[in-house]
């Protein structure tokens, strides 16, 4: 059980739209339509903003939008706006019930 | 609203066995499940194993052999043991609600643990 493979880093300027992938395998990513997308502001917990690959929760702006297309998920974060920046991760159903996380992009705000 | 709230000691010896537990707040315990992530410092999240509301475990076949994850539904609480730490066991541990829908919804405070001899 591999972590899934993120970019390091994005960046963007404030109201353009940016996107981060996630690139796992046929057994977690390509293998489930489950994949959750978590923000995380330095020191605090990760926040939940995307589950089940698309579905924002309750309270979570309509500018964050998930997709997939094989064994990769991308998080698309659009108008993007200062309070942005911060630390993403992507999470997969991997089976036998287990998750596994992605290795997390930082999203710079330009 | 759930609140998760998380103690346990925070500095160990290489060998000893982490303890965790957190107490939920504002949500049935029952027909749940709870989960416990962890973080190293400056690194990306782990999924250490989650435990249901009838109170059968898993866990990350990394971690499967060192691991414990309990639950006192009496007292509202779950707990983590993880045996053994060694220096990368040090990290910021977080109990969850969750998996809810296959994600993790509600999150504690997070307990800093460094494992340091």
């Known amino acids: 059980q591999s972590a899934l493979t993120q970019p390091a880093s994005v960046s963007g300027s404030p109201g353009q739209s940016i996107t981060i992938s996630c690139t796992g395998t046929s057994s977690d990513v390509g293998g489930y339509d489950l994949v959750s997308w978590y923000q995380q502001h330095p020191g605090k917990a990760p926040k939940l903003i995307l589950f089940?690959?698309?579905k924002r929760p309750s309270g979570i702006s309509y500018r964050f939008s998930g997709s997939k297309s094989g064994n990769t998920a991308s998080l698309t974060i659009s108008g993007l706006q200062a309070e942005d920046e911060a630390d993403y991760y992507c999470c997969s159903y991997a089976g036998y019930s287990t998750y596994v996380f992605g290795t997390g992009t930082k999203v710079t705000v330009l | 609203q759930v609140q998760l709230q998380q103690w346990g000691a925070g500095l160990l010896k290489p060998s000893e066995t982490l303890s965790l537990t957190c107490a939920v707040y504002?949500?049935?315990?029952?027909?749940?499940?709870w989960s416990w992530i962890r973080q190293p410092p400056g690194k990306g999240l782990e999924w250490i194993g989650e435990i249901t509301h009838s109170g059968i475990p898993n866990y990350n076949p990394s971690l499967k052999s060192r691991v414990t994850i309990s639950v006192d539904m009496s007292k509202n609480q779950f707990s983590l043991k993880l045996s053994s730490v060694t220096a990368a066991d040090s990290a910021m541990y977080y109990c969850v609600r969750g998996p809810v829908d296959n994600s993790f919804h509600d999150w504690g405070q997070g307990t800093l643990v460094t494992v340091s001899s």
């Open positions: 504002g949500a049935s315990f029952s027909g749940k499940y």
């Open positions: 089940q690959g698309t």
